[in-house]
C-alpha cells in the first residue's frame, strides 16, 4: 500500500480492468495496481526547461524587450524590440539548420526497404502504426549519427556567429571610422 505522501498517476488499463471486478478484495487489489508513483525529478524537469530559456535570455543581454508601445512624434515608440542583427543571426543559424535535419530525417525513412511497409500491411497494420512501429525504429539508425553531428555543428556556428558576426555586424553600425 503507498503511503499518502507519495504523488501517483493512473495506469489506464487497470482502472478499465477494475469496472469488471466484483467483489471488493478483488477490487482493493487492482486499485492497489493502478496506481503508479510519479517520478519525483518531474518538477526539476519542468524546471529546467522554462528556466533555462529565461535564464540565457539574462545572460545574452535581452536581445529581445517588450513595453507598451506610445505614439511619440511621428512614430510609435515601444513595443516588441529585437535587435535586427540578432534576427538575422537566428534566422540565418534556423534555416541552415532546418534545410539540414530535413534532409538528414527524409534520406533515413527512404533508406527503409519498401518490403518493411508492405509486410506491415500484409499484417494488418495501418499506415499511422506502419510508421511508428516500422519504419521509424529503422530509420532511428540511420538519422541519429548525422543528426548529432548536425546539432553539434549548430552549437559551433551559433558560438562562432555569436562571437565574431554578431559583433562585426554590430561595430559596423556604430561607423567604420571607429575601426581604423
Given at each position: 500500500?503507498?503511503d499518502?505522501?507519495?504523488?501517483?498517476?493512473?495506469?489506464?488499463?487497470?482502472?478499465?480492468?477494475?469496472?469488471?471486478?466484483?467483489?471488493?478484495?478483488?477490487?482493493?487489489?487492482?486499485?492497489?495496481?493502478?496506481?503508479?508513483?510519479?517520478?519525483?525529478?518531474?518538477?526539476f524537469?519542468?524546471?529546467?526547461?522554462?528556466?533555462l530559456?529565461?535564464?540565457v535570455?539574462?545572460?545574452?543581454?535581452?536581445?529581445?524587450?517588450?513595453?507598451?508601445?506610445?505614439?511619440?512624434?511621428?512614430?510609435?515608440?515601444?513595443?516588441?524590440?529585437?535587435?535586427?542583427?540578432?534576427l538575422?543571426?537566428?534566422?540565418?543559424?534556423?534555416?541552415?539548420?532546418?534545410?539540414y535535419i530535413?534532409?538528414?530525417?527524409?534520406?533515413?525513412?527512404?533508406?527503409?526497404?519498401?518490403?518493411?511497409?508492405?509486410?506491415s500491411?500484409?499484417i494488418?497494420?495501418?499506415?499511422?502504426r506502419t510508421?511508428q512501429?516500422?519504419?521509424?525504429?529503422?530509420?532511428?539508425?540511420?538519422?541519429?549519427?548525422?543528426?548529432?553531428?548536425?546539432?553539434?555543428?549548430?552549437?559551433?556556428?551559433?558560438?562562432?556567429?555569436?562571437?565574431?558576426?554578431?559583433?562585426?555586424?554590430?561595430?559596423?553600425?556604430?561607423?567604420?571610422?571607429?575601426?581604423?
Amino acid at each position: 500500500m503507498h503511503d499518502g505522501s507519495t504523488r501517483m498517476r493512473l495506469n489506464g488499463e487497470a482502472v478499465r480492468q477494475f469496472s469488471t471486478l466484483s467483489t471488493f478484495a478483488e477490487q482493493t487489489v487492482a486499485l492497489e495496481q493502478c496506481c503508479v508513483p510519479i517520478d519525483d525529478d518531474v518538477p526539476f524537469a519542468v524546471a529546467a526547461i522554462v528556466g533555462l530559456p529565461v535564464l540565457v535570455h539574462l545572460v545574452t543581454g535581452m536581445p529581445m524587450s517588450w513595453e507598451i508601445p506610445a505614439f511619440k512624434g511621428f512614430n510609435f515608440q515601444g513595443g516588441l524590440v529585437m535587435r535586427p542583427e540578432f534576427l538575422a543571426l537566428w534566422l540565418a543559424l534556423s534555416f541552415y539548420t532546418s534545410a539540414y535535419i530535413a534532409e538528414i530525417v527524409r534520406a533515413g525513412i527512404l533508406a527503409v526497404q519498401w518490403g518493411q511497409t508492405e509486410a506491415s500491411y500484409a499484417i494488418g497494420l495501418r499506415p499511422n502504426r506502419t510508421l511508428q512501429l516500422v519504419v521509424i525504429p529503422q530509420a532511428l539508425r540511420v538519422i541519429i549519427p548525422p543528426l548529432t553531428s548536425q546539432y553539434l555543428n549548430l552549437t559551433k556556428n551559433s558560438s562562432l556567429a555569436i562571437a565574431i558576426g554578431y559583433m562585426d555586424i554590430v561595430a559596423t553600425i556604430g561607423g567604420i571610422s571607429l575601426m581604423q
